[in-house]
């Protein structure tokens, strides 16, 4: 592979690509290089729920500037984007105080939830209007049909062995380019394992369902999602939530759950998810993960049974930061979301960096 780029990007998934499409805004000769023959990673794993409304701090920049990007890309590159925000159900009175306390979005008696999804049980909710939803079988797959139409090269099947100033070594061969940016997520610890080491980088393990559609029309999210995010974890109320939660749902807290739903058209039911952090990915799940799931989504959604499809394991890189970004050595990089927001975050974390690397047109 006798080529010269301004930037190699390794990693296809929405963090890879989103620096690969700055890149490309700037006129920047970029090469995207990726193991797998397709997206097939995280991003290819997940609900697809941009949950700008939901991040703090330098989560929250990333995500309002994601929002716009995805606004700009989506038509341009042609892939689903809804905008109709995310539908928060709360079942008790402590989350809808958590609701009121976020003072982000328009909260809802429990009549209006009822008219919005399908739901029972619900005391109020509140609609966070600003959130959006991509299909995650297809949004990121077809950004990168985009991108190599647009002129970005794409090296499938290739793995990244390391790099040093200028050159990206590979299994087919050395990619010549200023700038080489690693966005492989958890996969840091095998390419640049220092790195990996210093930032605390772990797996976060998740188990995933896809069911039959039930014709939701909103991101559904409920109490245990409002234990998680950044936004909610900064109300007053939180601490008495994770305690009631401890002391009730202690199935919840021991399969760390986040209880949330999303449809696309087409997609069917995407439900989940549990997590557990541990070094590396133990391939084995636990059947009464999927059993606690199907019963709350039966008891939420008022159903007698869930129609499950597909199941899957989903992996996100996971670190004490939610973000890692570092330059690493004289024209290499690494950039990856330490948490499980990168689906919201990636495309502002990825114009953040290449601004950096090439100084920001926008000041
Ligand atoms: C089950 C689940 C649900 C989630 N739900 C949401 C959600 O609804 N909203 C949200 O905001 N976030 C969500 N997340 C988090 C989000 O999916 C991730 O943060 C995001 O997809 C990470 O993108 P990425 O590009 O870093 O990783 P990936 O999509 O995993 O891409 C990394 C790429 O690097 C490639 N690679 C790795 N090593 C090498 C190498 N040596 N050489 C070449 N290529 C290499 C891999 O093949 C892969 O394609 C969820 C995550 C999971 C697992």
Redesign the pocket.
């Known amino acids: 592979m006798n080529e010269t780029y301004d930037v190699a990007v390794?990693?296809?998934?929405?963090?890879?690509?989103?620096h690969a499409a700055a890149a490309h805004a700037r006129g920047l000769r970029t090469v995207v290089?990726?193991?797998?023959d397709r997206?097939?990673?995280?991003?290819?794993?997940?609900?697809?729920?941009?949950?700008t409304t939901m991040q703090a701090g330098e989560a929250g920049e990333y995500?309002r500037r994601s929002r716009e990007l995805y606004l700009e890309y989506a038509p341009r590159a042609g892939f689903w984007l809804a905008r109709r925000g995310t539908l928060m159900v709360a079942t008790a009175e402590d989350e809808m105080q958590m609701l009121r306390e976020i003072g982000d979005g328009r909260l809802l008696s429990e009549r209006e939830v009822t008219d919005l999804a399908p739901v029972a049980g619900a005391v109020g909710g509140a609609l966070l209007k600003d959130d959006m939803?991509v299909n995650?079988r297809e949004a990121?797959a077809t950004f990168a049909a985009w991108l190599a139409g647009e002129g970005v090269a794409f090296r499938w099947r290739?793995?990244?062995?390391g790099a040093e100033a200028g050159v990206l070594h590979?299994?087919r061969g050395e990619v010549r380019a200023e700038n080489v940016v690693?966005?492989?997520?958890?996969?840091?610890d095998?390419?640049l394992p220092d790195v990996a080491e210093r930032h605390g980088v772990e797996r976060?393990?998740?188990?995933?369902m896809l069911a039959s559609g039930i014709g939701l029309e909103f991101?559904v999210l409920t109490g245990s999602s409002m234990l998680r995010y950044s936004a909610f974890q900064q109300t007053p109320t939180h601490t008495e939530l994770l305690a009631r939660f401890r002391r009730e749902r202690p199935d919840m807290i021991d399969f760390d759950v986040?209880q949330?739903y999303?449809e696309a058209p087409g997609t069917g039911l995407?439900l989940?998810?549990t997590h557990r952090t541990e070094p590396t990915a133990v391939p084995f799940q636990d059947e009464r993960a999927f059993d606690l799931l199907t019963r709350e989504a039966r008891r939420l959604f008022g159903l007698t049974h869930i129609d499950v499809r597909q199941r899957?394991?989903?992996?996100?890189?996971k670190a004490p930061a939610d973000f890692l970004r570092e330059h690493v050595a004289d024209g290499i990089w690494a950039?990856?979301?330490?948490?499980?927001?990168?689906?919201?975050?990636?495309l502002g974390l990825g114009e953040s960096v290449i601004d950096q690397i090439y100084g920001s047109g926008r000041e």
Do not use: E, K
């Not at 290089?33 to 797998?36: I, L």
């Open positions: 390794v990693g296809a998934g929405i963090v890879g690509l989103a290089v990726d193991r797998a997206i097939s990673g995280s991003t290819a794993r997940n609900f697809g729920h941009i949950g995500a939803q995650p990121a290739t793995s990244a062995l590979t299994a690693f966005c492989v997520n958890y996969d840091i095998h390419v976060c393990v998740l188990d995933m991101p986040n949330m999303t995407f989940g998810d899957w394991q989903g992996i996100y890189a950039s990856s979301v330490t948490t499980g927001i990168g689906m919201t975050t990636g």
